[in-house]
């Protein structure tokens, strides 16, 4: 079946770092993929996506290339806030509205 | 335009009990999801259904579970009996077509069963 791998957290970082979110996938087809961010207290958010091979999703600084000879889907950010301070949650849909995740990444960036 | 309406936040409840989970969808949208996240897990898909039909409920554990969407009113997730297992996230999504790309999340129900 589908899944999604991301790396464990928590992460920490210092303002204006660099950041990095590993996420690879298992998909029998096609898959679209997404990065999802959950703020404190806060329901998630489709942060970027990407729906075929190659393509790049953005947003708010943040950076995603779907990788199909790797099966990745990692997220970027070149240099983050306190703001960006999240869970991270990869995730691909391989149909037309159910969704796998990863198990998500703790973001917390210090100032 | 409100959200989509989780209630309660946080719901405890002691072994054998039943919790009722509540998701208000987004005005205007028909199609409510239901995940489930259990610690250290990623969110798992339990449920599908658009007003008063059920459309994929692959996800959803055989017994004790049971999830509806009325005609009128909000959806309902329905754990009977429930164990110490049961402690999760459950979180409820909308869309206003059946597409994984405008789907809008609720904040969700954190679920002790002690």
């Known amino acids: 079946g589908d899944s999604v791998t991301q790396m464990e957290g928590p992460v920490t970082l210092s303002e204006e770092a660099f950041l990095t979110i590993n996420c690879t996938y298992t998909?029998?087809?096609?898959?679209?993929l997404f990065w999802y961010v959950q703020y404190p207290g806060e329901g998630l958010q489709l942060l970027l996506k990407a729906t075929k091979a190659d393509d790049k999703g953005s947003n708010k600084g943040f950076e995603a290339t779907y990788r199909k000879e790797t099966t990745s889907f990692h997220l970027e950010k070149g240099s983050v806030q306190v703001s960006d301070s999240a869970v991270y949650f990869c995730?691909?849909?391989?149909?037309?509205?159910?969704?796998?995740f990863g198990a998500g990444t703790t973001v917390t960036v210090r100032a | 335009n409100a959200g989509v309406m989780q209630n309660p936040r946080h719901l405890v409840r002691r072994r054998g009990q039943e919790a009722r989970l509540r998701c208000s969808p987004m005005?205007?949208?028909?199609?409510v999801y239901w995940y489930r996240q259990l610690p250290e897990e990623g969110l798992k898909f339990m449920v599908y259904?658009?007003?008063?039909?059920?459309?994929?409920e692959s996800g959803m554990p055989k017994e004790r579970f049971s999830a509806e969407f009325p005609k009128e009113g909000p959806s309902i997730l329905r754990i009977q009996q429930v164990v110490r297992g049961d402690s999760a996230a459950y979180f409820c999504?909308?869309?206003?077509?059946?597409?994984?790309?405008?789907?809008?999340f609720g904040s969700g129900t954190r679920l002790t069963v002690v």
């Open positions: 259904l658009q007003k008063e039909n059920i459309i994929d």
């Open positions: 005005k205007g949208h028909s199609h």
């Open positions: 998909a029998t087809g096609y898959p679209s």
């Open positions: 999504a909308s869309s206003l077509d059946r597409d994984p790309y405008g789907y809008t």
């Open positions: 995730a691909l849909s391989d149909n037309d509205y159910k969704l796998s």
